[in-house]
Each structure stands twice: as structure tokens, then as C-alpha cells.
């Protein structure tokens, strides 16, 4: 259902609001039931009651998440209560009145164009309701002006209602792309466009339900870089690494920035044997991939340490592991990886 409810942020928003309506809608049409009976009007009083349990069955639908049949059911048990009350005059002929909170909850279940549309559709039907009461002498209205107010105050209240839902949307969007925005700001590296550390935390906490191998990276005296040649000349080599470590990496391979010069790769559905090829493929990338500044050749390679991350093995426990293996390959002439 391509409706209003799908602009909001989360399953549990739209949730909540069908709720509201289904609650409110329920209690509403019960009290009127057992008002209907104490005014002995049978027929209305049971159609309340049937219009309540309709309001009241999404409370069970949506616990298994049926939104979609949720939705329908409210708007629509609301729709044919409304032409009843409207053909039947209700209670000594209140009913019309009601009518005037159809396009609130037909824009919130079914969006702008949508919803224009069924209040079209129903804004007709309530025509033929009104006038299929008064054929049938089902009910006589008094005032005979009463049907075109009530219908230029519907349509007025319905572009009202429109203008609102249009600017309400509009809103909700921006304000769900800001917070994509600042949520995908806060989890990437400024300088290098990768995931940072805190990213790389909550994606394994969420997924870690098959073999991976974590490669932890240093780039190899990235200090002498930065003293002889400036930070910003340090800055583009993080950047140039980073680029042929995306390129040469697999799709499924999440590569990130862990801090300073340090890179952490994590290889899914791969043991360390793999992992060492892949660093190995990686050497020689960088180092046929030359970085050049001012007409200066500026080399540089890596070291690593791997390890493998099961669903029995911690995070925290992998990283402290593979540090140690680093900086055993640091100590050992650089430019090594110790899996």
C-alpha cells in the first residue's frame, strides 16, 4: 500500500498511529453503541457495535504486523459507518456531522494523492447515501440546504487537510534524509569516505554469524611521510591507500578506517590463508599503483596482523589479538603479515 504511513521512520511509528485510530475509533463507536441502546435504537446501536469490533481487530492484526490490512480495515469500517449514518441519519439526525473527520485519517492511512482520490470517490457516495435515505424514506432531513453545506464544508475541510498532509510530508521527509544524512556522517571517516570504527563496532555486533577474518592494517613509517613531506601530502596517501584498498578488495569485504594510519579490513566467509592472499594481492597493487606528489615518487607499504572471527570468538578479544600480531610484523621488518 503506497500510503502516508510509509513516510514515517520506523515499522513502530506506523504502528503506534494505527493503533491511535483503531483505540480511539473503537472506544468511540462502543459508547455511541450503548448510548444507541439506552435511546432503544436497535439498528443503530448494532451497527455501532459491529463498526467497534472492526476498530478493535487491528489491535490483534498488528501484533503480527499486518499494517497494511490494518490500515484498510480502520479506514474502510470507518468509510461505510459514515455513509450509514449519513443515509440512516443516525441519531435524530446527527449523523452527517460526523463525516468531517474522514479526510484527517483518510490522509494519514493513505497519503495525499491516494487519499484525494477516496475522498473524491467517498465525498459521492455520501451524495447517493443522502439521497437514497430520503427515496427509501429511510430518513428526512429537515433542512433541505443541509446537503450542499455539508458537502462545500467536507471539500473545504478536505483541501485544508490536503495542504496540511502535503506540508506535513515534505517535512517528515527532509527530516528523516537529515538524520540518514548526519547517521551516515557520523559512521564514515571525513578524509577517506570509509566506514570508521564505530560502524565497523555496531555491523559486527548485528552480523557476526559466519566465519570472517579481520586484517588489521599500518601503514609502514607513515610518520616519515608526514615530517618530510607535510600532513597534507600524508592526508592524500591515506586517501590514495584507501582507494586501492577499495578497488582491490571483494564486494563483500568491508574495509575501514580504524584510526591514524590504521585500516581494518574484515573478509567475510573467509579463514586467514585467504586473508593473507588477499593482503598479499593488496602489496602488490600498491605497489604498481604509484603515489606521486610534485613530480616526487613517494613509496610506501604495509603491515598486518589477522586473525579469525567465529560466532564463538569476541570482537574485542579478535582486535587485541590482531593488534599484537602488527605490531609483531612491525618488529620484524615491516612491510609483513602475521596471521
Known amino acids: 500500500m503506497d500510503n502516508s504511513l510509509k513516510g514515517y521512520s520506523d515499522i513502530s511509528e506506523r504502528i503506534s498511529i494505527l493503533k491511535a485510530f483503531g483505540i480511539i475509533g473503537g472506544a468511540t463507536t462502543l459508547a455511541m453503541s450503548l448510548f444507541s441502546i439506552y435511546e432503544k435504537n436497535l439498528y443503530l446501536s448494532l451497527c455501532l457495535l459491529m463498526s467497534s469490533l472492526c476498530f478493535f481487530s487491528p489491535l490483534y492484526l498488528l501484533k503480527k504486523n499486518k499494517i497494511e490490512i ?54 459521492f457516495l455520501v451524495l447517493i447515501s443522502y439521497y437514497m435515505g430520503n427515496l427509501f424514506e429511510i430518513y428526512q432531513y429537515d433542512s433541505p440546504k443541509l446537503l450542499s453545506r455539508m458537502l462545500i464544508s467536507f471539500v473545504i475541510v478536505s483541501i485544508l487537510g490536503g495542504f496540511y498532509e502535503s506540508f506535513r510530508h515534505k517535512y517528515n521527509h527532509k527530516l528523516i534524509s537529515l538524520l540518514q544524512e548526519n547517521a551516515d556522517l557520523a559512521s564514515r571517516d571525513h578524509l577517506t569516505g570509509l566506514p570508521n570504527r564505530r560502524y565497523i563496532v555496531e555491523k559486527i555486533s548485528s552480523n557476526n554469524n559466519d566465519v570472517k577474518a579481520i586484517a588489521l592494517i599500518d601503514i609502514d613509517d607513515f610518520k616519515l611521510i608526514n615530517d618530510t613531506f607535510g600532513h597534507q601530502v600524508g ?82 578479544k579478535a582486535i587485541i589479538e590482531a593488534d599484537k600480531k602488527l605490531y609483531k610484523a612491525k618488529s620484524t621488518g615491516k612491510n609483513c603479515i602475521i596471521s
Open 70 to 123: 490494518s490500515g484498510f480495515l480502520i479506514l474502510y469500517t470507518l468509510y461505510s459507518l459514515m455513509l450509514y449514518l449519513v443515509a440512516t441519519g443516525g441519531n435524530e439526525g446527527s449523523g452527517p456531522a460526523w463525516v468531517f473527520i474522514v479526510p484527517l485519517v483518510t490522509y494519514f492511512i493513505r497519503g495525499l494523492r491516494k487519499g484525494i482520490l477516496d475522498l473524491v470517490i467517498f465525498g
Open 235 to 316: 592526508d592524500e596517501a591515506l586517501i590514495h591507500f584507501s582507494e586501492v584498498f577499495v578497488k582491490t578488495s571483494r564486494t563483500s569485504d568491508l574495509v575501514s578506517r580504524w584510526g591514524g594510519e590504521e585500516f581494518l579490513c574484515i573478509l567475510n566467509n573467509t579463514n586467514c590463508s585467504g586473508a593473507e592472499k588477499f593482503l598479499s594481492k593488496l602489496q602488490l597493487e600498491l605497489s604498481k599503483s604509484k603515489f606521486n606528489k610534485n613530480g616526487t615518487e613517494i613509496p610506501f607499504t604495509f603491515s598486518a596482523g589477522v586473525v579469525e572471527l567465529t560466532t564463538e570468538t569476541d570482537f574485542d
